[in-house]
């Protein structure tokens, strides 16, 4: 199952259980965790849209040389979250083969799954955090110290109530509404998290047809969330969880705007298409018993011009584009349009 908290699904309704571990990060290291250079590790799969967030923010706020980052295998075993595709299967920096023996080393036998992102301590080994919602917000508004110059404001101050408002809808209805449509048992159960899921997209399509963000004129928070559900619309929920009632290709609105994001440096450039597909098609086997990874849809389409800079907007407000990817961290070509 996709991290980003614990999940849980079969005769019961689908239910995304809060995070165990939500000790935060923080500029005074209240819960002793201080933000340091070098301490820190983030545990990601870019198949998961929960821990793509952490990876967009993390390239956005140009945090790549202060806190290092593992990328999982997209295809977990039951021993969890896998370090595969390093030599020998270790990663480099923890020296673990599986996400689980960190878990391990900060409490064994504890309540729930292994989700990403998680952050983990680099001397102890032990996991820090894998509160999904927090660590984003954590790293926009507790690392500044820590940012590039340039970075983006991604949670400003003056508009946090109506980012958390936005953000709340888009959780609710989307995010989640995806995994409660695909893991529904029940005719009517799909079918009201289905009408909640596009009730809420042409809503918010509504509210994109005038802006070119969510909240303000710059990309906020909000935006990240939202994002890393549509760049995986097409591939695998139309699909994969029946969220069928149109595609995003089909909606001018939000295709638009999805394009818009994704050539954005920061966005597109994080995304992982193979990654995505072969994760949910191959480990979601209740859904897909065969395994098979559908060759479509085609990509080539998130290259072409969105003509959304017509709304005005500031991408990265009085800041600037996040340089080039690090050589380690690029997406291989079969993961890209």
């Known amino acids: 199952m996709s991290g ?5 699904y079969g005769r019961k309704p689908f239910e995304r259980s809060k995070a165990h571990f ?42 790549e040389d202060a806190l290092s980052m593992a990328i999982a295998d997209p295809i977990q075993d039951d021993r969890s979250w896998r370090f595969t595709l390093d030599p020998d299967g270790r990663d480099p920096v923890l020296g673990i083969r599986f996400l689980s023996e960190a ?10 799954g292994v989700s990403v992102p998680a952050i983990v301590d680099v001397t102890s080994g032990a996991l820090v955090t894998n509160d999904y ?3 984003t917000l954590d790293l926009a508004t507790e690392w500044t110290a820590l940012h590039r110059d ?3 404001d991604l949670y400003p101050e003056a508009l946090r109530d109506e980012i958390d408002a936005v953000m709340a809808d888009v959780h609710e209805d989307v995010n989640n509404g995806v995994y409660r449509a695909g893991f529904a048992t029940g005719q009517e159960e799909y079918a009201g998290a289905c009408a909640r899921l596009f009730r809420r997209l042409e809503l918010l399509a509504e509210r994109l047809a005038g802006q070119r963000y969510l909240v303000g004129d710059t990309i ?3 935006d990240i969330r939202l994002f890393t559900t549509l760049v995986r619309f097409d591939a695998v929920y139309h699909g994969h969880f029946k969220c069928n009632r149109w595609k995003l290709t089909e909606n001018q609105v939000l295709w638009a705007y999805a394009r818009d994001l994704y050539q954005t440096p920061g966005f597109g450039d994080t995304v992982d298409f193979d990654h995505i597909k072969r994760h949910y098609y191959r480990v979601h086997s209740g859904i897909n018993p065969t395994g098979i990874v559908p060759l479509g849809p085609d990509l080539s ?24 990817v690090q050589a380690a ?8 349009p």
């Open 4 to 8: 980003g908290g614990n999940t849980a």
């Open 22 to 63: 939500t000790d935060r990060i923080t500029a005074d290291g209240r819960d002793g965790w201080p933000v340091a250079a070098d301490r820190y590790r983030l545990v990601a799969s870019r198949a998961c849209p929960w821990a793509s967030r952490a990876v967009i923010s993390r390239r956005l706020l140009g945090l």
């Open 103 to 112: 878990y391990d080393r900060r409490e064994t036998d504890y309540p729930g």
């Open 133 to 135: 919602e927090r660590i």
């Open 150 to 152: 340039g970075a983006p």
């Open 220 to 222: 906020t928070e909000a």
């Open 301 to 324: 389409g998130w290259l072409a011009p969105h003509g959304r800079e017509r709304l005005g907007g500031r991408p990265f407000g009085d800041g600037t584009p996040p340089g080039r």
């Open 329 to 336: 961290e690029e997406v291989p070509a079969r993961g890209r």
